[in-house]
């Protein structure tokens, strides 16, 4: 049975979050056997929530009818170890029925991913929020980026409009907007940190008062992952930043050469431990053999390569 709204706050809020990527065989398929693998193998870990068909699980490129097929064996494949949120977005009439139809395939919540092409005013955008929120009774939590960002008085006004409005998820790094909304809407929500290789931000988000954020390299090191969150919410700083210089910088550095290797690279990683996922979908292209080599070197010599 999947968990209240306030029961997935509480819980995404105790620790770090896994973004899975979804496995497609050659022709593009969705793959189902080492989806559920890879899900269990990331279950087995002390994750706080696992995020099914998100950014990092290439939703952008899952058609309506395979959805729930992707949410429901997430949730079997995590076999109540850790709740299951789903990505929906694209457009309002999208957004709930594929809303819906993680409800129906058992997901505890859903992340709201930005909408297609157009921003939209703040009324337009909270209507859509509204609308989304309304629609199902699990716990949802709206996440600021590229077309979709609101205001800190727009979040607050949803926030007393749509009880299971759970969670804020930012992408957007504007340091002074997400510490206004933490401190307008204090424990009302859950923060989230959501920029691409959030390691990257965490002490600044942290700082904000956002206790959890969004981890991709989760993926192929949950080890290291779960380290560095660790050190964050400790405060340990030297541990941190042996971490950022031993393998997120040098991590960062070969995703940025790409468009779109923020997604691609995470597949790539899992070549690189022997787990390959398959192929990324259009308009993503994979990672190279070379740039998956060097992946494999910096993790490596992370000495906490997670063996397949």
Not at 92 to 107: L, N, S, V
Not at 149 to 170: H, M, Q, W, Y
Request: hydrophobic fraction near 45%; charge should be negative.
């Amino acid at each position: 049975m999947p968990l209240s709204p306030q029961e997935l706050k509480a819980r995404m809020a105790t620790g770090l979050l896994s973004f899975p990527v979804t496995h497609f065989d050659d022709a593009l398929k969705f793959a189902p056997k080492p989806y559920q693998d890879h899900v269990s193998w990331l279950a087995s870990y002390d994750a706080a929530t696992l995020f099914a068909a998100g950014g990092t699980g290439e939703y952008f490129s899952i058609g309506q009818d395979e959805f729930p097929t992707i949410i429901r064996a997430a949730v079997e494949a995590a076999d109540g170890r850790c709740p299951v949120v789903a990505g929906c977005g694209v457009n309002t009439a999208r957004a709930i029925a594929d809303a819906r139809a993680a409800e129906a395939a058992g997901a505890d919540g859903l992340l709201l991913l930005p909408t297609y092409l157009m921003a939209g005013t703040q009324a337009g955008q909270m209507a859509h929020v509204k609308a989304v929120c309304q629609s199902v009774s699990i716990g949802v939590v709206v996440y600021n980026r590229a077309t979709s960002v609101l205001t800190a008085d727009s979040v607050a006004r949803l926030a007393e409009e749509c009880p299971n409005l759970i969670g804020f998820k930012d992408g957007v790094g504007e340091i002074d907007l997400v510490t206004r909304i933490r401190t307008m809407l204090g424990d009302r929500l859950v923060y989230v940190g959501g920029m691409p290789t959030h390691e990257l931000f965490a002490a600044a988000y942290d700082a904000a008062g956002f206790s959890t954020y969004s981890s991709a390299v989760f993926n192929f090191v949950p080890e290291l992952a779960l380290k560095f969150y660790a050190a964050m919410r400790s405060g340990d700083r030297a541990v941190m930043d042996n971490i950022l210089k031993s393998f997120f910088y040098p991590f960062a550095n070969i995703r940025d050469r790409v468009p779109g290797y923020p997604v691609s690279l995470i597949k790539g990683g899992l070549r690189a431990i022997g787990r390959d996922p398959g192929a990324v979908r259009p308009p993503l292209s994979a990672a190279t053999d070379k740039d998956v080599e060097e992946l494999a070197a910096v993790i490596e010599s992370s000495g906490l390569a997670v063996a397949a």
